[in-house]
């Protein structure tokens, strides 16, 4: 019986150590420079900061409470602005400036005038108001004289108007609160025969941005 010949391992064994052999001579590890083998010269590149996402900025509010979470509150606004918007509407009504006028009141503004029997009377648009009086009356005739003197200005806040409303028109349910109100005694409500305005005059006062418009406009005066 013939012996069947193992296959030769030979081949097998020299493939292996040229493979080996090639990776000694051929493959080397990575090298990676340290901080003193780079150039100074290099631009640098700063260091990566995390940046949170910018938070949604709530709208401004008069007023918060603690349940109500971070919110952004309005300073209020002082009373000398609420004081000069008093000046600033004799100047305008005494030139007769319709359009000035306008700038001072604010989009429902209204007039609350006096009835003959002592009762509330109308209550017409401000500008409107206004606007009637000036074709009836001659407002220039007061222009230069003293229609108010400011410490005789009485003002009041929401919280000070609570029990003691100043005026019977005003609702303290209405009253916002930035609010303000200024009974303005009137030094010359007369020009001769004239009567021009009546003794006072209570404005009802509403923030505007950052500054007050007139809200309301009460006086006990009916047009000739």
């Known amino acids: 019986m013939s012996r069947r010949s193992r296959p030769c391992s030979a081949p097998i064994f020299f493939a292996l150590a040229a493979l080996a052999a090639a ?24 260091d990566g900061v995390a940046i949170d996402p910018a938070s949604a900025t709530m709208a401004p509010s008069d007023r918060a409470s603690t ?8 300073s ?13 509407f004799f100047s305008r009504v005494v030139a007769e400036d319709d359009d000035g006028l306008a700038e001072l009141f604010t989009r429902d503004a209204i007039a609350v005038t006096g009835a003959p029997s002592g009762g509330m009377g109308q209550t017409p648009g401000a500008l409107l108001w206004w606007e009637q009086r000036f074709r009836r009356l001659d407002y ?16 009041f806040r929401p919280d000070d108007v609570v029990d003691a409303p100043p005026h019977r028109a005003i609702r303290t349910d209405a009253l916002h609160d930035n609010d303000v109100i200024i009974r303005a005694p009137i030094v010359t409500p007369r020009s001769g025969q004239s009567r021009l305005f009546g003794d006072e005059i209570v404005f009802w006062l509403r923030r505007d941005g950052d500054h007050f418009k007139i809200f309301r406009i009460l006086e006990d005066f009916q047009v000739p």
């Open 76 to 88: 209020p606004l002082g009373v000398d602005l609420a004081t000069a918007m008093i000046g600033e």
């Open 67 to 74: 349940e109500d979470g971070v919110l952004t509150l309005r």
């Open 23 to 46: 990776a000694c001579s051929g493959g080397q590890a990575p090298h990676f420079k340290t901080a003193s083998e780079i150039p100074d010269d290099l631009p640098r590149k700063p």
């Open 140 to 155: 220039g005739k007061v222009a230069g004289e003293v229609m108010f003197r400011e410490a005789e200005l009485e003002v």
